[in-house]
């Protein structure tokens, strides 16, 4: 069955330190990959994406993404977090189709920033 | 830059009553989504619609679920009898064509809560 995992639920960082947030998956191919902010109250916000081609995707907000054929994962990183990038992140993924593509989530994973 | 907009943002309701949450995709779009997120669960696709029909559907979206696009710029989610379980948060999400051209936008969510 085709899956998404984060491995942590939640995840604490200072502001300033550096940030990085597992995602792997389960398919037989290579899927299109998205990364997905949720603030607390409100919808979901796309950070990047990768189609094809580089495997280092940058997004929105300072953040990066490196998608890794072998390991199956799409690790979302950020050199130095914000207290604003508090909230909780989930990876996707989906397959071309003709008539829409559904999205598969992964769990997400709570960030908490300490002052 | 253009939203996906979904009204009402909370809506409570008696069990099995009805209850229909409504969508504006933007504009532009042509494929329409609806997810659902219980509280402290992962984001779950329910439907795709595309070209005035249902292009996939998950198992949780049973006979007591329906989506229409009415008038060509709403597009609705009814949930017919509605059960505890139905609790939730309903994310909207619209993309102009197949989704290796295009991401997923998503609406900031109704709470609908089933009393």
């Known amino acids: 069955a085709q899956s998404v995992t984060q491995p942590d639920i939640h995840i604490t960082v200072s502001e300033g330190a550096s940030l990085e947030l597992r995602c792997n998956y389960s398919y037989g191919a290579t899927p299109y990959l998205f990364w997905y902010v949720q603030s607390p109250g409100q919808g979901l916000q796309l950070l990047l994406k990768y189609f094809s081609g580089d495997t280092l995707v940058q997004g929105i907000k300072g953040f990066e993404a490196e998608f890794k054929r072998s390991q199956s994962s799409f690790n979302l990183r950020k050199p130095s977090v914000h207290w604003s990038d508090a909230a909780e992140y989930f990876c996707?993924?989906?397959?071309?189709?003709?008539?829409?593509?559904?999205?598969?989530f992964g769990g997400g994973t709570r960030v908490l920033v300490k002052p | 830059e253009p939203e996906v907009t979904q009204t009402p943002s909370h809506q409570v309701t008696q069990m099995g009553q009805e209850v229909i949450l409504r969508c504006v995709p933007i504009?532009?779009?042509?494929?329409f989504y609806w997810y659902r997120q219980i509280l402290g669960q992962k984001v779950e696709f329910l439907v795709s619609f595309y070209n005035n029909e249902i292009s996939e559907k998950s198992e949780i979206f049973d006979d007591q679920f329906s989506v229409e696009r009415p008038d060509g710029s709403n597009f609705t989610l009814k949930i017919r009898s509605t059960k505890l379980e139905d609790s939730a948060m309903y994310f909207c999400a619209s993309n102009v064509e197949q989704i290796g051209n295009q991401p997923q936008h998503f609406g900031d969510g109704t709470r609908l809560s089933i009393l």
């Open positions: 996707a993924v989906a397959f071309f189709k003709a008539a829409g593509n559904k999205l598969t």
């Open positions: 504009s532009n779009h042509l494929y």
